[in-house]
């Protein structure tokens, strides 16, 4: 089965397409990169979608008009993605869509939305679109999140010592694998990734008063530039968030620019290069305190954080300091055949394709559940475009990435 995954993160700056050959061989579920590409948001469209997002208030009509024009977008790329990735072919598209709200209050999650209506791309592509993923979860009492985490365990379940998938969006999230057979796998959001130094980027000056930064840090540069302020980067490590036990998870209704001018107001006048240092290091440090008490042996990053060579440099440094002897390894997804920058789309790929056959997408243990629920809502697409039937007798034990004759996803 050709499966479409669409997915676009906290960051809110893309849409990500990736296209995979899905197909079960016993119990292993093999997985075949078809390629990926990407679009991004219209800068009409993304200063919108930035203005309507915590802890700004909006109202019904933008929700209407976001959710139609995101939907559009989402279907366009779509139509791409089948054309250009799978000649034509596809048979399921399953769409992430975009997250804009996720209710997380006294350490349980009550509600979640993402938006990007479902009919615009089965009426573009003609196929059946499975959606709404994170409801289900969380209707079964569980965070919502990461979803990716049942890609992670099937995939990386038979690696030795205590591997660590991670991923570097907007939000840190993480799988960690715990060595042995009766260690349950776990997934949580550590805190923010890109979150706080996207915010730091588009609200601050340069330093050298020549205009407004970038909505991003472009490589690190200027947060290689800066030196990390430890008041502020203490400030900053106070939140509580970071000792709540896991799983947990949280987004950018926290991690926002307010947030972090707040806990700046207490710390003087500091450049923008010193800030983006500051928070990059918080990155750093708060993926590895996470870490920390499960030993891991090696950390498998994926996401857009992993093209911030300062962040990884950084990161490198704050894990060799998390076991008491031994390294951790560092290296991205694109070693194990999966590309980093579209790991999540391929996920909810997996995570389209066990929909439309009727399995589990969750770990309990790792979204803090009480069941494993089918995930998502399924839109139908044109006539004699049906799903699966009937499904596989058993779920797959396990993910293979096996890479196309060319050599190249």
């Given at each position: 089965m050709r499966v479409i995954g669409l997915m676009s993160g906290t960051s809110c700056d893309a849409i990500d397409a990736a296209a995979a050959d899905l197909a079960l061989e016993g119990s292993t579920l093999v997985l075949t990169p078809l390629g990926a590409i990407s679009a991004p948001y219209g800068p009409g469209l993304r200063t919108e979608l930035a203005r309507s997002l915590p802890p700004a208030r909006t109202d019904l009509a933008t929700v209407c008009r976001?959710?139609?024009?995101?939907?559009?977008?989402?279907?366009?790329?779509?139509?791409?993605?089948?054309?250009?990735?799978?000649?034509?072919?596809?048979?399921?598209?399953?769409?992430?869509?975009?997250?804009?709200?996720?209710?997380?209050?006294?350490?349980?999650?009550?509600?979640?939305?993402?938006?990007?209506?479902p009919a615009w791309i089965a009426e573009a592509t003609g196929r059946p679109v499975v959606s709404g993923f994170r409801t289900r979860d969380v209707a079964a009492g569980g965070q919502g999140a990461p979803l990716v985490s049942v890609v992670d365990v099937l995939w990386l379940g038979g690696r030795p010592?205590?591997?660590?998938?991670?991923?570097?969006?907007?939000?840190?999230?993480?799988?960690?694998?715990?060595?042995?057979?009766?260690?349950?796998?776990?997934?949580?959001?550590?805190?923010?990734?890109?979150?706080?130094?996207?915010?730091?980027?588009?609200?601050?000056?340069?330093?050298?008063?020549?205009?407004?930064?970038?909505?991003?840090?472009?490589?690190?540069?200027?947060?290689?530039?800066?030196?990390?302020?430890?008041?502020?980067?203490?400030?900053?490590?106070?939140?509580?968030?970071?000792?709540?036990p896991a799983p947990k998870t949280t987004g950018r209704e926290l991690f926002h620019w307010p947030y972090l001018r707040t806990r700046?107001?207490?710390?003087?006048?500091?450049?923008?290069?010193?800030?983006?240092?500051?928070?990059?290091?918080l990155t750093a440090r708060t993926v590895a305190d996470a870490l920390r008490p499960y030993g891991p042996t090696e950390v498998i990053a994926s996401g857009g954080g992993t093209r911030n060579p300062t962040l990884m440099r950084w990161l490198a440094q704050e894990l060799a300091g998390?076991?008491?002897?031994?390294?951790?390894?560092?290296?991205?997804?694109?070693?194990?055949?999966?590309?980093?920058?579209?790991k999540e789309a391929y996920a909810f790929a997996v995570l389209g394709w066990l929909t439309a056959?009727?399995?589990?997408?969750?770990?309990?243990?790792?979204?803090?559940?009480?069941?494993?629920?089918?995930?998502g809502s399924i839109t139908p697409g044109a006539p004699g475009r049906a799903l699966p039937h009937p499904p596989p007798a058993s779920a797959p034990s396990e993910l293979v990435v096996r890479i196309s004759p060319t050599g190249a996803p």
């Amino acid at each position: 089965m050709r499966v479409i995954g669409l997915m676009s993160g906290t960051s809110c700056d893309a849409i990500d397409a990736a296209a995979a050959d899905l197909a079960l061989e016993g119990s292993t579920l093999v997985l075949t990169p078809l390629g990926a590409i990407s679009a991004p948001y219209g800068p009409g469209l993304r200063t919108e979608l930035a203005r309507s997002l915590p802890p700004a208030r909006t109202d019904l009509a933008t929700v209407c008009r976001l959710d139609t024009r995101i939907g559009q977008e989402f279907a366009a790329l779509a139509v791409r993605a089948d054309a250009e990735l799978c000649d034509g072919q596809a048979d399921v598209i399953a769409s992430h869509g975009q997250t804009v709200f996720h209710w997380a209050e006294g350490g349980r999650v009550r509600g979640t939305l993402q938006i990007g209506e479902p009919a615009w791309i089965a009426e573009a592509t003609g196929r059946p679109v499975v959606s709404g993923f994170r409801t289900r979860d969380v209707a079964a009492g569980g965070q919502g999140a990461p979803l990716v985490s049942v890609v992670d365990v099937l995939w990386l379940g038979g690696r030795p010592g205590v591997p660590v998938a991670l991923n570097l969006g907007g939000i840190a999230n993480v799988t960690v694998l715990p060595q042995g057979p009766a260690g349950a796998p776990l997934a949580f959001d550590t805190g923010p990734a890109n979150a706080l130094i996207d915010a730091a980027a588009g609200e601050l000056a340069c330093a050298d008063g020549s205009g407004p930064a970038p909505s991003m840090d472009p490589d690190g540069a200027l947060a290689a530039r800066g030196t990390v302020q430890q008041a502020l980067l203490e400030r900053l490590l106070d939140e509580p968030y970071y000792a709540l036990p896991a799983p947990k998870t949280t987004g950018r209704e926290l991690f926002h620019w307010p947030y972090l001018r707040t806990r700046l107001a207490a710390c003087g006048p500091l450049s923008a290069e010193d800030v983006l240092a500051t928070v990059t290091r918080l990155t750093a440090r708060t993926v590895a305190d996470a870490l920390r008490p499960y030993g891991p042996t090696e950390v498998i990053a994926s996401g857009g954080g992993t093209r911030n060579p300062t962040l990884m440099r950084w990161l490198a440094q704050e894990l060799a300091g998390v076991r008491g002897t031994g390294a951790v390894a560092l290296r991205t997804s694109d070693e194990l055949g999966l590309p980093s920058d579209a790991k999540e789309a391929y996920a909810f790929a997996v995570l389209g394709w066990l929909t439309a056959h009727g399995l589990p997408g969750t770990i309990p243990a790792c979204t803090g559940a009480r069941r494993a629920s089918v995930l998502g809502s399924i839109t139908p697409g044109a006539p004699g475009r049906a799903l699966p039937h009937p499904p596989p007798a058993s779920a797959p034990s396990e993910l293979v990435v096996r890479i196309s004759p060319t050599g190249a996803p």
